[in-house]
């Protein structure tokens, strides 16, 4: 995003286009007319509910596309006028984690489990704290957020690594086995889940465990399963 644009300085549909077009979509244009104050100061009207579903969408794609600050921005314009919408609050954690803004997002996931918004408050703590290594205090967030979403494989995956890196292999086999199950084909789980099986004694299980992965890639895996050391 150039310096100096705001979303709040065009209509709607014109910021509905910036995104769209920071996204290379082509063709895209809004239902209805967006709230913005005019030149002249002059209100538009309120956007369509099909506007705001197309607007949340285009952010998230942004944030997909490591294009996160330009998002915050079109999130800050959006929270202005619905301040409570989780779908928004919970992109902007996303946004927030994702250009290392880690206290902001803190403060984000907090508001939303106040709000007992779950699984997605206790994940986004989860996260702030691995991100800060602190892994004693990510563990029992990834915990609660395996307990609103269990059968959810990234969840999973983050609770089982947040497992590893407090020592605490026995647990962290058993949520690996569980993602691994889960997404077969995800090949970060396949190595996390390698290494909780070295750190239990089951080291007969590696081959069978790195089987979905290409053989190609099985060599620097195993290496590195075996050199890991909880961080």
Request: hydrophobic share 45%.
């Amino acid at each position: 995003m150039s310096a100096g644009f705001s979303p709040r300085a065009v209509p709607r549909a014109l910021a509905l286009a910036a995104l769209a077009a920071a996204l290379g979509l082509a063709g895209c244009k809004s239902a209805g007319t967006a709230p913005a104050r005019t030149v002249s100061g002059e209100q538009t009207p309120r956007p369509s509910a099909e506007e705001d579903v197309l607007y949340i969408a285009l952010i998230r794609g942004m944030i997909e596309r490591d294009q996160s600050q330009a998002a915050l921005a079109f999130l800050d314009d959006y929270l202005k006028r619905r301040p409570g919408d989780v779908e928004a609050l919970t992109l902007k954690g996303e946004a927030l984690l994702r250009t290392e803004q880690i206290d902001a997002a803190d403060k984000v996931y907090i508001e939303l489990d106040r709000r007992r918004v779950q699984p997605v408050a206790a994940f986004g703590l989860g996260q702030v704290r691995a991100k800060v290594g602190d892994w004693k205090g990510a563990a029992p967030q990834f915990a609660r957020a395996a307990e609103a979403a269990p059968t959810d494989p990234r969840v999973l995956n983050n609770y089982g690594f947040a497992l590893l890196n407090t020592e605490d292999y026995a647990k962290a086999y058993s949520v690996l086995a569980r993602a691994a199950q889960l997404s077969p084909q995800n090949q970060q789980i396949r190595t996390n889940f390698a290494i909780a099986a070295l750190k239990t004694g089951r080291e007969a299980e590696l081959d069978q465990i790195l089987a979905p992965v290409a053989a190609a890639e099985r060599p620097n895996i195993l290496s590195f399963v075996r050199s890991w050391k909880p961080s």
